[in-house]
């Protein structure tokens, strides 16, 4: 089979780009061509052409690129001219020359015949690059698209160090609006926004720019929930991975984490819920000078915290205004004895050592890092034993031995003082 065929691209190719905003086209293209056979045009009949289409870089040789060969059976020929649509996929065509490689066979024809030579695509199915390459110079704003697909609708891949989108709102006149930069609303149970990172950097960033003097208190990330739901969830999957699922960095003068509720509901409807369901933290806050967690509440509780709550440093009350007081013990411990002096003791790490001195009939508990004044520390004694009259007890500090908390147990009733009675005792540090 000799053919010829000639190419050229119709003019509603180029009308459908012109709509882009409007009605999106995708990235097929329209191939009208002549076929001829012996030099007479070819017509066929039903079951009529078979065409294989194979799109190449080069005009002989070379590999396939794109959703390539496109098999396309039953085509009409009608006095040698034929049309037909063809979709080698947005990879395929990105404005660097492409050559069609065409395969023909028609009823009658023994085997499948090679169109020779290749046919050279010409700048209209560029376009197609075109488009999609200009596609944030060439959209016509505001622009809106609706698709009933399970894939992404709007889907960015960056290969370079750039971020694969930038959204901003220009500066507005005096006074600014709080207009945001993007936003996103979901009328189903499927997230709004979604982000995911497979390699080593986090999903999102989220920053505010440096602003002119005096700078203003915005918050870097505001989300709202008009629901009985929670404005925000952040989970770790899998479970086992040891990473937060949120890291909040402050190197200003503000808060890394801000959550105001406004909503007048029970205790059980909190501002943030924490919830850790492997070995680490539920909540994990580290300030180098500020406070690492600022919780304000006018009506329930600022914190509420069920299970054991480990503090390492002090945590302080404020009973009076501007004035913060230590509310944690610093030591406590269970002292047990015999007939002659102490036997052991079971409490915190920094109780070193509780003796009997016998000649001064009294206790002397040592507390490491810490200097006992019976002006500097309040401590609360209670005689642990079954069978004994009533004991009160006395706490003082002195010089003998210096910064020691000694305990001097006493009976109410026979009046009788340095009774050697196991006890515990709790100091706080006003």
Avoid at 234 to 253: K, R, Y
Wanted: hydrophobic letters at 40%.
């Amino acid at each position: 089979m000799i053919a010829q065929r000639s190419l050229w691209v119709v003019l509603s190719l180029v009308l459908m780009y012109g709509q882009v905003a409007a009605d999106p086209i995708g990235t097929a293209f329209t191939y009208q061509g002549r076929l001829v056979k012996n030099g007479t045009p070819v017509s066929s009949l039903p079951p009529h052409c078979n065409f294989t289409f194979g799109l190449f870089p080069v005009p002989a040789g070379g590999s396939q690129v794109g959703n390539s060969p496109q098999v396309l059976t039953g085509v009409a020929v009608t006095d040698g001219l034929f049309t037909v649509n063809i979709d080698f996929g947005a990879a395929a065509i990105d404005g660097t020359a492409r050559w069609l490689d065409i395969t023909v066979q028609c009823p009658g024809d023994a085997m499948p015949a090679i169109l020779v030579p290749r046919q050279e695509l010409k700048p209209a199915p560029h376009a197609i690059f075109g488009l999609l390459a200009g596609l944030a110079q060439s959209l016509l704003l505001p622009f809106e698209a609706t698709a009933a697909t399970s894939d992404p609708m709007l889907e960015l891949t960056q290969t370079g160090d750039g971020p694969a989108a930038l959204f901003k709102v220009q500066p507005q006149p005096e006074p600014p609006l709080p207009e945001p930069a993007v936003e996103a609303i979901s009328e189903t149970s499927a997230p709004a926004i979604e982000a995911a990172n497979t390699g080593g950097g986090p999903a999102a960033r989220v920053w505010v720019q440096p602003q002119p003097e005096p700078p203003l208190p915005v918050a870097a990330l505001e989300v709202l929930n008009d629901t009985d739901g929670p404005a925000a969830t952040f989970g770790i999957d899998p479970e086992f991975t040891p990473a937060s699922a949120i890291v909040a960095t402050n190197s200003g003068l503000g808060s890394a984490i801000e959550a105001v509720s406004n909503q007048v509901g029970p205790p059980e409807s909190p501002t943030i819920v924490a919830t850790n369901n492997g070995s680490g933290s539920a909540v994990k806050a580290t300030s180098s000078s500020g406070n690492a967690v600022h919780a304000v509440s006018t009506m329930g509780m600022a914190g509420r915290f069920e299970g054991p709550v480990h503090v390492t440093g002090e945590l302080t009350k404020a009973y009076t205004f501007a004035t913060s007081n230590r509310a944690t013990p610093i030591a406590y411990a269970t002292v047990q004895v015999d007939a002659v002096g102490v036997t052991g003791f079971v409490g915190t790490p920094n109780v070193s050592s509780v003796v009997w001195e016998s000649a001064n009939q009294r206790f002397v508990v040592t507390i490491v890092g810490e200097s006992y004044s019976s002006t500097g520390y309040i401590t609360n004694v209670t005689p642990v034993v079954s069978a004994a009259p009533d004991a009160l007890f006395a706490t003082t500090g002195g010089s003998t031995p210096a910064g020691t908390l000694r305990v001097r147990i006493m009976s109410s009733s026979t009046g009788t003082t340095g009774l050697l009675r196991p006890f515990s005792f709790i100091t706080y540090k006003p």
